[in-house]
């Protein structure tokens, strides 16, 4: 299905606009050729697809501000764009709307290892932070999957996470500074190379934040020396209870693993089949524990690691003895997706997150919501952390298989609340959860969150349409009237 | 000096709001006689005193809520407050408004080890919260100097660090939930026991908020699994260069202290002094170095750590060998501020932060201050993470002393800032900081912060007076009223 032809109105709209943003952005930076257009239409979450009204690739923070402030002055709507790998439609189009990609936004301005940071523009690759200085010994812990195309500044709007979060945080624990610009052009650094700045932590709110706060032309990120030693374990369970029994005693017993990961039983053949990982089949649920550190305390983890498996009715359980098998361990579990899309047309990913001890129930609830839709579900999961990644399988050219697909994957994010987690891990709300919100926040919560909202863009020019399912007008969230007048500073008496 | 007596029309005004407030709070929880009062006049930082004009202690959250709406309905300022241990004045009362009490929050509500982490009551001391895991091998890492003392929500609000926030972070690297009430009445829960919730971060603007945004009836927060060792290296340097090179290539090596502290010589004089620690005195510059975890990493690392210490001209090191021996090495440092106390009639303890290769310069600034001044100061800080707390000597009873010891603080707060560091560290900006805001943040910077401000508390009845060095009231900030309409939600097309 295509799009129809904008309209008349659309066409003159688009150009006026582009003429405006030529002004700020000379050269190459504005794009308004449709075939052009068609390259950003989408993000990671294909299934939706958008032709922006305009594209704009802004290179320095002062064009930045000055295109936000044309935009904010003209009531022009405007979607925030890293590299356009979110799985939740965060970057996803407005056809009425400009498109800011943040592209040439892609040098690292410092490093500097006293402080333990690296300073780059936002469109730098995550991968980049660490190759900038693993010479010298260090990394970025947040990897995405993505990592290889994903953006330092995506992965803070996004505060994305990865295999390692559990042992090393989110994005949110790994940043240090943002610039960011405000809808109005204005201009704030927040946070730096230093501990907390002594105010509302801003930089907090704006990690996560979607797009819909402000534009982001620089990041300040911490950086973590590479351990001596990682080795991986690899152990086979008879049912998923067993395998979640461990997680949570390794957990409860204080061992913090690098990688907690674990895969049901369609998940290891397909990723067994694909890449050939040496994965035992016979089992029901396998764990991939990553521990890393020092040599002697590796190897100490692993005895109590084994130790713990042991008493939960481990099948079968291997060490990696050297770097290539402990690779080749984790090979099967980051070609899941690929694997998974080899044995069905089309799958769709999840994203929830549960307590830990909440897994068997959550598990077998799955099985039973598979066979009332009658779709296949193959489950991978950061288990140490509770954040599933269920991959529901699909054709779409079934016909309402993708809907189906979709009530499947609604239902288990109501599950997921329903036994005290969250509606998504790592990979945002965006378009594809945001008529979830409501089953995990009241109309007070949600009420809060948008005065917030408000507090950054009042005129809801940012992304919109993203995170919130409904969006009240900023003056009628109400309480802002309150106030009879300005508050006299109060005289505090002295000693 | 003595406050003048309360004329009459803040008498009946007292009398209407408490017969009021005890209709909420029924009991003892109404404190209205002025002698009772008095024990709420001030807080840690003991130059400023102010009775309230009324004392409520609740002991539920629907109590909490009802006293906020009521307040917010009849327009009366409310203070909150924990333990009142704050450095800053943040729980300093005022003479107009009502403090608000949270010591009869004083549970531990669960604990959840497969979770690893406790929730808790507000009031409940961050002591209690490690004593109440520790026979399982657990704690609390978070430990602020007054941890006896000081409340958990207290530490949320002021976003407390400690010896241990180096490798551990401050508490809002510890905080996984809070139930907020907001001014007007509404309660929020913010996070939980799970990864991020994805929306806004409301509990990270939260945390740190000095009282401003809400009242904070309940905290979850994660523990740690004890670590197997810990052992302390006391190292003596020549001069202060020499230790802060030790310090930047212990954290550019990528090791990471529990601890890693430094006194400088009229602070180790008086510590030693006081507590016989063992210190040495023929150095100027004194280094304690906690390394924790497995035996082993421990053992490695404290041989690394030594080795560093050789490279930059330490001329005393030694090694803890015991448990009591380590205990020995931070007594000096735990006591430095009684210490202090017993060389100087009165002291002003300081609390800002710098990049850390700033040190140096940094010292050596503070040094011709003091000449300036004619005032002595003797420093002791979390170097580690460039956190200072010089204590600057006076006494009260000389003329001017106390300005100028004031003037002395800031002087060395705007050099904080002008190294590109922050105005706190872990203390909180209160009344102490609040008019230096403008050395650190632009206008821009500061309207943005209150606009967060004005999302939670339009009406500016939540702790005013701190933080905000000018208060503009919230329709002033302007921008919510741009916005001519509600913003119709964009069809999105789907393929």
Redesign the interface.
């Given at each position: 299905?295509r799009?129809p032809d904008p309209d008349a109105n659309t066409i003159a709209r688009r150009a006026r606009i582009a003429r405006d943003l030529k002004r700020i952005v000379p050269g190459e930076g504005v794009i308004v050729d449709e075939d052009q257009l068609r390259a950003y239409e989408c993000d990671g979450l294909s299934?939706?697809?958008?032709p922006p009204l305009i594209v704009v690739l802004p290179s320095t923070t002062e064009q930045v501000s000055k295109v936000l402030r044309y935009c904010?002055e003209n009531g022009v709507r405007i979607v925030p764009r890293g590299a356009g790998t979110s799985l939740s439609?965060g970057a996803?189009p407005?056809?009425?709307?400009v498109t800011l990609g943040l592209g040439k936004f892609n040098r690292i301005l410092d490093i500097d290892?006293?402080?333990?940071c690296v300073v780059a523009q936002p469109g730098v690759t995550n991968l980049a932070v660490t190759h900038a200085v693993q010479d010298q010994?260090?990394y970025y812990a947040p990897d995405p999957s993505s990592q290889i195309a994903c953006s330092i500044g995506g992965n803070v709007a996004e505060?994305a996470?990865g295999v390692h979060?559990l042992k090393y945080?989110?994005t949110?624990?790994n940043l240090l500074g943002v610039e960011l610009v405000?809808m109005?052009g204005?201009?704030?650094?927040l946070g730096?190379?230093?501990?907390?700045?002594?105010?509302?932590?801003?930089m907090?709110?704006v990690?996560?934040?979607e797009g819909l706060?402000g534009v982001i032309t620089e990041v300040t990120v911490r950086i973590?020396?590479?351990p001596e030693t990682a080795r991986a374990v690899l152990m086979g369970f008879p049912d998923s209870e067993s395998a979640g029994d461990t997680v949570?005693a390794i957990?409860?017993?204080?061992?913090i693993p690098a990688g907690l990961e674990m895969m049901d039983k369609p998940a290891i053949h397909a990723a067994e089949d694909f890449v050939h990982a040496d994965y035992p089949l016979d089992v029901e649920a396998l764990l991939i524990c990553e521990l890393d550190?020092?040599?002697?305390?590796v190897a100490?983890?692993i005895e109590r690691v084994e130790a713990i498996a042991k008493r939960n009715r481990v099948q079968t359980l291997r060490v990696s003895a050297s770097d290539e098998e402990r690779a080749l361990f984790w090979a099967g579990r980051k070609a899941a997706f690929p694997a998974v899309g080899r044995i069905s047309p089309d799958y769709y990913c999840m994203d929830g997150?549960?307590?830990?001890?909440a897994l068997p129930t959550v598990l077998h609830r799955m099985t039973e919501m598979s066979r009332q839709y009658g779709l296949r579900v193959a489950n991978v999961f950061h288990a140490g952390?509770?954040?599933l990644h269920p991959l529901i399988l699909f054709d779409a050219n079934t016909p309402d298989e993708l809907e189906r697909a979709e009530r499947f994957g609604a239902d288990i994010l109501r599950l997921c609340v329903e036994v005290?987690?969250?509606?998504?891990?790592?990979h945002?709300?965006g378009?594809e959860?945001r008529d979830l919100?409501g089953e995990?926040?009241?109309e007070?919560?949600l009420a809060?969150?948008q005065?917030?909202?408000?507090?950054?863009d009042?005129?809801?020019f940012l992304n919109?349409?993203k995170?919130f399912p409904?969006?009240?007008?900023?003056?009628?969230l109400g309480?802002?009237?309150?106030?009879g007048?300005?508050?006299p500073?109060?005289d505090?008496?002295?000693?």
């Open positions: 299905m799009m299934a939706y697809r958008q904010h439609g996803l407005l056809a009425d709307a290892l006293e402080n333990r010994g260090f505060n996470g979060c945080g989110l949110t624990n405000l109005t204005e201009v704030i650094r730096g190379k230093h501990l907390d700045a002594g105010d509302y932590d801003l907090g709110v990690t996560g934040s706060l973590l020396r590479a949570a957990i409860a017993e204080g061992i550190g020092p040599d002697a305390e100490h983890l997150t549960i307590p830990r001890h952390d509770g954040n005290g987690g969250v509606l998504t891990g790592e945002g709300v378009v959860k919100m995990m926040f009241s007070i919560d809060q969150q005065r917030m909202k408000c507090a950054f009042p005129g809801q919109p349409g995170v409904t969006l009240h007008r900023c003056a009628e309480r802002m009237h309150i106030s007048g300005t508050v500073f109060p505090i008496p002295r000693f």
